[in-house]
């Protein structure tokens, strides 16, 4: 005896033994594709609106230099765009030698980089780090997360120390916002 497959079919056969074997494998795999057909269709439309709605991307971004200068410097805490060679020299000049012989590099192409450079303020001890974790960049605008937080590796009670972190990413001219966060 042949039904109609359909999930109720496929109910009634379980619950009361009404059909056949062959009944019931053709039934599962009509189900099976039916199934199939369903997630695929879900999965297509999250890839479409992933790659069709999500309007953000995550910028590259370059380490040039990172550390804790002795607070001697007269930094204060802030977030600085550096587009040009003169701007970056003269943060170096006030930075020190000290710091900028470990950069990975002191020569920047302002035609086709610009420079993030962040500062936390002045700790009377060791043990804080601040670090640019990620860019982010969107179709008007370019948010740049900032993380502040204690490095239980090093503690020094006596030390003055401004943690900073200096990255280059490719010039934009998109307005550019920091995000900091802070963890105690």
């Known amino acids: 005896m042949k039904h109609e497959k359909d999930s109720n079919f496929y109910t009634i056969c379980i619950l009361n033994k009404f059909c056949e074997w062959d009944d019931f494998n053709e039934i599962r795999d009509v189900m099976m594709k039916t199934n199939i057909l369903k997630y695929a269709t879900i999965l297509l439309l999250l890839i479409g609106c992933v790659y069709s709605c999500g309007e953000e991307e995550f910028a590259p971004f370059i380490e ?6 002795g607070g001697s410097e007269g930094i204060p805490k802030q ?6 060679k003169e701007e970056w020299d003269n943060l170096k000049a006030i930075i020190g030698n000290s710091q900028t012989n470990s950069f990975i590099e002191t020569e920047i192409d302002f035609g086709e980089y610009q ?3 962040v500062f936390d303020e002045i700790y009377d001890t060791g043990g804080r780090i601040i670090y640019i974790k990620c860019i982010t960049e969107y179709s008007d605008k370019i948010v740049i997360t900032v993380i502040s937080t204690f490095d239980g590796n090093f503690i020094a009670p006596t030390v003055q120390t401004q943690p900073y972190h ?7 001219t998109k307005r550019i916002e920091f995000n900091m966060v802070i963890n105690n």
Do not use: D, N, R
Not at 64 to 69: A, D
Not at 166 to 172: E, F, G, N, Q, W
């Open 64 to 69: 040039i230099g990172k550390g804790s200068l």
């Open 79 to 84: 977030e600085i765009i550096i587009k040009s």
């Open 115 to 117: 420079i993030i450079a």
């Open 166 to 172: 200096i990255v280059k990413t490719p010039i934009s």
